[in-house]
């Protein structure tokens, strides 16, 4: 009964989700914090991030982790996926920064700077993923063999 429950498309559809999530939330906070950087250096440290302007980073990031999930899960990491998923994911914050006007009151290098950060933080997500798929093949790998060894050596 177990396995049918942890092989359901509701569970399929939780794990799925909760990935997204992780990409949700880090870039949400590298988003805040960024902002609340700019803030700092450019209006002084009354400059605070409103409600709205939040809630309007949190969908962006959002989309960002449903796209990461859709076009590069970690099983599927190629680097043709990543550039898309990167592309897409630059759009996605180009079109919320524009149409909402979240750098308006800054400089136009922190759009910029922003931007720069984020794309390179999105690769280094990637990286870290092939990284750890690498690692998991080499181990499975490894546990292959030695388990085709005891076998070897009981038959």
């Not at 914090?33 to 450019?42: D, H, K, Q, T």
């Not at 991030?49 to 949190?58: G, Y």
């Amino acid at each position: 009964m177990r396995h049918q429950f942890e092989d359901s498309g509701f569970a399929r559809l939780y794990l799925w989700s909760a990935k997204a999530k992780y990409t949700m939330g880090i870039l949400f906070l590298v988003f805040v914090l960024f902002y609340l950087f700019f803030g700092i250096i450019g209006e002084g440290p009354g400059h605070l991030l409103d409600f709205f302007t939040a809630i309007q980073m949190m969908f962006a990031c959002f989309f960002i982790g449903i796209a990461q999930q859709g076009i590069v899960p970690k099983e599927k990491l190629t680097k043709t996926r990543g550039v898309l998923w990167i592309t897409i994911s630059t759009m996605i914050i180009l079109s919320f920064s524009l149409v909402f006007g979240w750098f308006s009151a800054f400089p136009p290098w922190c759009f910029i700077l922003f931007l720069v950060v984020l794309i390179m933080g999105m690769a280094g997500l990637l990286l870290g993923h092939y990284i750890e798929l690498h690692r998991e093949t080499r181990a499975l790998n490894r546990q292959l063999e030695k388990f085709q060894s005891q076998a070897n050596e009981e038959g």
